[in-house]
């Protein structure tokens, strides 16, 4: 989910930078060199699969993850996705300089919510865990375009009745999304559960 | 998947110190994500093309790049003029295209090409090591510039390992429906992804401890002083000053206007 150049306000944009940069920081904190290794790679694979398109009727859209990418990283989700941004903006052109910061905060805010609000049931009963892992990718995918949609309105309140387009437009999305994290998290938990917060062996 | 047809390149541009390059483009680009009127929107805009045009950049290339941002564009031009109040240019039944909502689709359009063009043309124009270096040089933390440069480095490795898992699945009858099993499949190869991440995660912070890291990166190529950087500089500066002229009138205050 990307809010593109040229069309937020410099109050947006600016409050988008500050958050973004107190996150980062927060996250650098939290992450120390013994990790930048893991979370380096899985900032990698994060960027590749959220290239991968899934099928929606005779629709296409591609996968978000901010959810899975939280439950695994926390905090650290925050620079995780803002290096990513950075690389979709030099290989891509998907957004450039000035919306970096708003961005960031879309797809890692509601990571870093997921996380607090999930993290603890992933080694519950399996249809706890399962629940958890889905309602993380439909939440986190619905909080980033609320966000979104709310940069939008602050900027211009015109753009309510779009805005209510796009987040409703994105709901197969927001589906997709649960259905994709809750299997993911079930593979993690089997193939490598210390991956996943509150492991104990 | 991913290339970097800008990267290397011996035009004006590109010899200039990327440090130069890097505060220059979150300068102007800045600067144009701000502007309201027209004249210092074109101006802006003007800019950046004979920024591109002195990059020497491919054509072809950067209009690929341009792709997504004219698909997201043509969107704006058929929704916004709809969806915004203002006064109606022209009614169709109970549609009604506003004036305002079409001068906000062109403002919109000329300011997000201008950042996109300083984009490609500064930072683009330069490899993912000499970038982190810039940033490191204009105070960026380290240990962000690490990550970014650990995660460009392992992207096309994972690249490479999601084109192998892509392939199995294929070869195994696997065609993509709207399916449960079909969202299934997507999960596990996901995951699968993450999970070999992780475990290559784990080899390689092995390896580097064994190579004595301790938390820095030694790069090899160094900036070189050069009196071109303050002839680029100076005129960016100037680029920067006249866009703010037509903007404001007046060069005097700076304060740019929240």
């Known amino acids: 989910m990307h809010v593109s150049e040229g069309v937020l306000s410099a109050q947006m944009l600016a409050a988008g930078g500050v958050i973004a940069i107190a996150g980062t920081a927060v996250g650098l904190k939290k992450m120390n060199y013994e990790r930048v290794a893991e979370v380096g790679i899985l900032s990698s694979a994060f960027f590749v699969a959220s290239l991968i398109n899934v099928r929606i009727g005779v629709s296409s859209a591609h996968l978000i993850l901010n959810g899975i990418l939280g439950l695994m990283l926390g905090w650290a989700a925050f620079p995780a996705i803002l290096v990513a941004l950075i690389l979709q903006a030099v290989f891509f052109q998907f957004g450039g300089l000035t919306v970096l910061g708003v961005n960031t905060v879309i797809m890692a805010l509601p990571a870093v919510i997921s996380y607090y609000l999930f993290s603890r049931m992933l080694f519950n009963a399996p249809r706890i865990a399962a629940t958890a892992a889905a309602l993380s990718g439909f939440l986190s995918v619905l909080f980033s375009g609320l966000l979104l949609g709310a940069s939008l309105i602050f900027t211009e309140e015109s753009f309510f009745e779009m805005v209510c387009l796009i987040v409703g437009a994105n709901f197969p999305v927001m589906v997709i999304e649960g259905i994709v994290t809750a299997f993911s998290v079930m593979f993690i938990r089997k193939v490598r559960p210390e991956m996943l917060p509150g492991y104990v062996k | ?258």
């Open chain 2, 1 to 258: 998947m991913i290339e970097e047809p800008f990267a290397s390149g011996n035009s004006i541009i590109h010899r200039i110190d990327p440090r130069f390059r890097v505060a220059v483009a979150i300068l102007v680009s800045m600067e144009a994500a701000l502007l309201k009127d027209f004249r210092a929107m074109a101006f802006a805009l003007a800019g950046s093309l004979a920024l591109v045009f002195l990059a020497r950049l491919d054509l072809f290339h950067v209009l690929k790049r341009l792709f997504s941002l004219v698909r997201f564009l043509v969107f704006v031009w058929l929704l916004i003029p709809l969806t915004y109040e203002g006064q109606a240019v022209y009614l169709f039944g109970p549609l009604a295209w506003s004036r305002e909502g079409f001068l906000l689709c062109a403002q919109i359009s000329l300011k997000s090409l201008a950042i996109l063009l300083f984009f490609m043309a500064l930072v683009s124009t330069m490899g993912l090591s000499t970038l982190g270096k810039s940033l490191k040089a204009l105070f960026v933390p380290g240990k962000l510039v690490h990550l970014l440069l650990m995660t460009y480095r392992y992207i096309f490795v994972i690249g490479q390992e999601y084109d192998r898992l892509e392939t199995a699945i294929k070869i195994r009858g696997f065609s993509p429906t709207t399916t449960l099993h079909s969202y299934k499949t997507y999960a596990y190869l996901v995951a699968m992804l993450f999970v070999k991440a992780s475990i290559r995660a784990e080899r390689v912070h092995q390896a580097m401890i064994l190579r004595g890291f301790r938390g820095r990166f030694y790069s090899l190529d160094t900036f070189t002083p050069s009196y071109r950087n303050w002839i680029f500089f100076i005129a960016m500066m100037g680029l920067f000053i006249g866009t703010l002229f037509l903007e404001r009138g007046s060069v005097w205050p700076i304060t740019i206007r929240f």
